[in-house]
């Protein structure tokens, strides 16, 4: 092989997102993806595009499927999920955008997800780390009228049936978490995160969950309103990663959870039974989803407002991954989480 064609080689396998038989499990940065926007159709409920693992020729590459809910709006504006040049973090490249519709009358709006697949549900991870940069539009609004949340992240076993999108039934997709920022009291408490647990083996429906909260620490001291220097609101490019670890066994709880801000540790959750007394060890965490719906009713529907946030830098992994980690670098140089700071 000459060094042209190796070079070749090597630029069309940096050219897709990676898996890894290392610590980082998937990784990627958009870069090198072609620009993806994937049209909507009209309504929440005859306008819904499942995109479904197997069938779904039209995911990104390294990608395995997608959901898109219909616009609700006369006049629509920016597709839901887009991968392009518009927000990217660095001095160039390309990132996740993702624009959220306001909906008044339906209640949670814009559902998008975008999955990738890690593993068969027996052979997948007991535990993983899942690092993401993260930046709202600058004038991004928070409904003052009730207590409004987003749905940014989801990750779960999925067992091979049923639908990819089902979350909130009893199975396929459990046990689950659900990465979700909020602003409770009507829009006037401290941003939060707002962690959806879902556990496997319960038969309720709606009545699986738990909700793990966390205020976002100022970097002075305090708690973020929103959008003050070093909040997740001021513009700004901000590192989230979550430790999700299974159980040892059903019932027990030892299962944890753990958000790192900007390397910084807020929440530290031991006490968990992601797994029931009735559920199966053999459920391993083996799809992510980013994206998802949201409740934040900022605005009449008919203005037809949309504002975006954005995603980079993508990497899930067996070990701490931590802000300084490179797309492409190998395996995080420092798999040590730091000590975490007294919680709020």
Avoid at 13 to 24: D, Y
Avoid at 220 to 241: I, K, L, Q, V
Avoid at 293 to 314: R, T
Wanted: charged share 15%; with cysteine; hydrophobic share 30%.
């Amino acid at each position: 092989m000459n060094l042209i064609t190796l070079l070749l080689l090597n630029l069309i396998l940096l050219s897709f997102p990676a898996f890894s038989n290392s610590t980082v499990v998937f990784e990627d940065n958009f870069d090198n993806h072609p620009d993806w926007s994937p049209t909507q159709g009209y309504g929440q409920g005859s306008g819904t595009i499942n995109c479904n693992p197997g069938s779904c020729s039209s995911a990104p590459s390294g990608y395995i499927a997608y959901r898109i809910q219909g616009s609700e709006y006369i006049d629509k504006k920016q597709n839901t999920m887009n991968i392009d040049s518009t927000n990217y973090r660095g001095s160039s490249g390309k990132g996740f955008t993702y624009y959220n519709e306001v909906c008044d009358r339906c209640g949670w709006a814009s559902d998008g997800l975008l999955a990738v697949k890690l593993a068969s549900p027996t052979s997948g991870f007991s535990e993983l780390y899942v690092r993401h940069y993260i930046k709202f539009q600058p004038s991004w609004i928070w409904n003052t009228t009730e207590s409004p949340m987003i749905k940014m992240l989801h990750v779960f076993s999925h067992d091979g049936t049923g639908s990819v999108w089902d979350y909130f039934a009893p199975t396929p997709n459990k046990p689950l978490f659900i990465a979700r920022p909020a602003k409770f009291t009507q829009g006037k408490d401290p941003v939060s995160h707002a962690g959806a647990i879902f556990y496997d083996g319960l038969d309720s429906e709606f009545g699986n969950g738990d909700k793990r909260s966390a205020y976002f620490p100022k970097p002075g001291g305090g708690n973020c309103d929103w959008n003050e220097t070093g909040c997740p609101g001021d513009g700004n490019w901000h590192s989230w990663e979550y430790h999700l670890k299974m159980n040892s066994a059903p019932g027990v709880h030892d299962g944890e959870y753990d958000l790192y801000y900007d390397g910084v540790r807020i929440v530290h959750e031991t006490n968990i039974a992601w797994h029931t007394s009735n559920g199966s060890m053999n459920r391993l965490w083996n799809y992510l989803a980013i994206g998802g719906n949201n409740y934040n009713h900022y605005a009449l529907q008919s203005q037809e407002h949309e504002q975006w946030y954005a995603i980079d830098d993508l990497v899930i992994s067996t070990s701490y991954i931590g802000p300084n980690y490179v797309i492409g670098g190998g395996p995080p140089a420092d798999n040590t989480p730091p000590a975490p700071p007294t919680l709020n």
